[in-house]
T-cell receptor
Framework: DQQVKQNSPSLSVQEGRISILNCDYT??????FLWYKKYPAEGPTFLISISSIKDKNEDGRFTVFLNNSAKHLSLHIVPSQPGDSAVYFCARRKLQFGAGTQVVVTP | NAGVTQTPKFQVLKTGQSMTLQCAQD?????MYWYRQDPGMGLRLIYYSASEGTTDKGEVPNGYNVSRLNKREFSLRLESAAPSQTSVYFC??????????????FGEGSWLTVV
């Protein structure tokens, strides 16, 4: 029973445009959500997080939005760069991961 | 600055063979984890160890055993490998259970093929 869902397996975006990655979750109470980025042949690395008492957290080009009533969070990357091409996983505090979204940023 | 180190990086096994994946972290973290990554499935937790001396099953523990040898090391053993265990395995660690320790640090992965 996957409690964290990323319904878009892939996303293609032009360099300079916004990338929006989505994640839905179930059974939420107070929780903490994290985004990880993974390049091929490497382990995932932490990108950004948000507590469920907030609705937004920003770190440079990366912003995570949380909508507790809709049980939805999203990661915005603005502007997208070719180096952002990777797989992005959302996860919750109990370390349940989504299936990942492959982002490809084209020049 | 090693972080989380896992070995071997690549391994090919025959069905029925056994092997152990080794993992060590040098960050003095309390919790350690083993995940497998399969296409379209994301990262699925096999086993975890919340602290030295304890281990617990995750989402997909069947066919695996683990040992938390000490605070640094957490090994994953396949007693009788099956083709369904062909996957990429990631070891990970994090400081603790509280909010401050929520970031998890991953090793670089071990590619295992069972033929």
């Amino acid at each position: 029973d996957q409690q964290v869902k990323q319904n878009s397996p892939s996303l293609s975006v032009q360099e300079g445009r916004i990338s929006i990655l989505n994640c839905d979750y179930t059974n939420s109470m107070f929780d903490y959500f994290l985004w990880y980025k993974k390049y091929p042949a490497e382990g995932p690395t932490f990108l950004i997080s948000i507590s469920s008492i907030k609705d937004k957290n920003e770190d440079g080009r990366f912003t995570v939005f949380l909508n507790n009533s809709a049980k939805h969070l999203s990661l915005h990357i603005v502007p997208s760069q070719p180096g952002d091409s990777a797989v992005y996983f959302c996860a919750r505090r109990k370390l349940q991961f989504g299936a990942g979204t492959q982002v490809v940023v084209t020049p | 600055n090693a972080g989380v180190t896992q070995t071997p990086k690549f391994q090919v096994l025959k069905t029925g063979q056994s092997m152990t994946l080794q993992c060590a972290q040098d960050m003095n973290h309390n919790s350690m984890y083993w995940y497998r990554q399969d296409p379209g499935m994301g990262l699925r937790l096999i086993y975890y160890s919340a602290s030295e001396g304890t281990t617990d099953k995750g989402e997909v523990p069947n066919g695996y055993n683990v040992s938390r040898l000490n605070k640094r090391e957490f090994s994953l053993r396949l007693e009788s490998a099956a083709p369904s265990q062909t996957s990429v395995y990631f070891c990970a660690s994090r400081p603790g259970q509280g909010i401050a320790g929520n970031t998890i640090y991953f090793g670089e992965g071990s590619w295992l093929t069972v033929v």
